[in-house]
């Protein structure tokens, strides 16, 4: 009877440990997939991070953009408005006496205003139009002035490769006004641009010594350096200015 009684409860006891089984192996299922579940709340926290980082990495980028070319716009050099009085009066006084000069004077400024209105909107422009301009430019102020002669000569690529617009009109305005300071006139200006594989060779040389006021192209130089970084060479002696420009720029 008590063999008996013993099996009886033995069975009865066999749902309580299953009870305090079923307990263990909750907690140790439970235990096991926490790191896991762990991991994946982390690994979503980073990506959630790492993608508001790449956005704003992208726009501080997007800003020092916006600053540069905004940097970039007031450093690039324009025709002076004095130089644009000076042909307009002159001009006006030319009508009257040779109609045909005051005309030409008329056309190569409205050229040179319609490619800094219109082209120079551009990042960049081909190089041949730039030298169209800076011919225009000079042969401006060879109506007005007459103190000058000039010689502008291109080689290479350049109705391939592409500069920044403007680049070289702050050097061709410097020694224009360098000469017209001087008393032996007439001088000389020779002009060489040559273009190979993206390089821009520049040289500018006058006859008489007077590129000595370096200072006046600190503005150029600013802009030099943030189109070309390092990429580029700027000599200037008493009568010549050499530029050489390695690459497309920035």
Same mark, same amino acid.
């Given at each position: 009877?008590?063999?008996?009684?013993?099996?009886?409860?033995?069975?009865?006891?066999?749902?309580?440990?299953?009870?305090?089984?079923?307990?263990?192996?909750?907690?140790?299922?439970?235990?096991?997939?926490?790191?896991?579940?762990?991991?994946?709340?982390?690994?979503?926290?980073?990506?959630?991070?790492?993608?508001?980082? /790449?956005?704003?990495?992208?726009?501080?980028?997007?800003?020092?953009?916006?600053?540069?070319?905004?940097? /970039?716009?007031?450093?690039?050099?324009?025709?002076?408005?004095?130089?644009l009085f000076r042909v307009l009066h002159y001009s006006?006084?030319?009508?009257?006496?040779?109609?045909?000069?005051?005309?030409?004077?008329?056309m190569k400024l409205s050229q040179i205003l319609r490619?800094?209105?219109? %082209?120079?909107?551009?990042?960049?422009?081909?190089?041949?139009?730039?030298?169209?301009?800076?011919?225009?430019?000079?042969?401006?102020?060879?109506?007005?002035?007459?103190?000058?002669?000039?010689?502008?000569?291109?080689?290479?690529?350049?109705?391939?490769?592409?500069?920044?617009?403007?680049?070289?009109?702050?050097?061709?305005?410097?020694?224009?006004?360098? /000469?017209?300071?001087?008393?032996?006139?007439?001088?000389?200006? %020779?002009?060489?641009?040559?273009?190979? %594989?993206? @390089?821009?060779?520049?040289?500018?040389?006058?006859?008489?010594?007077c590129l000595e006021q370096e200072q006046e192209l @600190?503005?150029?130089?600013?802009?030099? %350096?943030?189109?070309?970084?390092?990429?580029?060479?700027?000599?200037?002696?008493?009568? @010549? /200015?050499?530029?050489?420009?390695?690459?497309?720029?920035?």
């Open positions: 009877q008590a063999t008996q009684e013993y099996i009886v409860s033995e069975i009865f006891s066999v749902p309580n440990i299953y009870v305090g089984y079923s307990k263990v192996a909750f907690v140790m299922d439970y235990l096991s997939s926490f790191p896991l579940t762990l991991l994946s709340i982390m690994g979503g926290g980073m990506t959630v991070l790492l993608r508001l980082w /790449i956005l704003e990495n992208q726009r501080v980028m997007q800003l020092e953009k916006i600053r540069l070319q905004s940097e /970039i716009e007031h450093l690039k050099e324009q025709i002076s408005p004095s130089m006006g006084e030319q009508a009257l006496v040779n109609p045909g000069k005051a005309s030409k004077m008329l490619y800094q209105l219109y %082209d120079c909107n551009r990042e960049k422009v081909l190089l041949h139009t730039e030298i169209k301009f800076l011919t225009n430019y000079l042969e401006l102020e060879q109506l007005v002035s007459g103190k000058f002669d000039f010689h502008m000569n291109a080689s290479g690529e350049t109705g391939r490769t592409f500069v920044f617009p403007l680049l070289f009109i702050p050097f061709i305005q410097y020694t224009v006004k360098q /000469i017209e300071t001087q008393e032996e006139h007439p001088a000389s200006i %020779d002009i060489h641009l040559h273009a190979e %594989d993206e @390089n821009i060779q520049f040289n500018c040389q006058v006859s008489i010594p @600190n503005k150029i130089r600013q802009r030099l %350096d943030l189109q070309y970084g390092e990429n580029y060479r700027l000599e200037l002696t008493g009568q @010549n /200015i050499q530029l050489e420009l390695k690459g497309g720029g920035k």
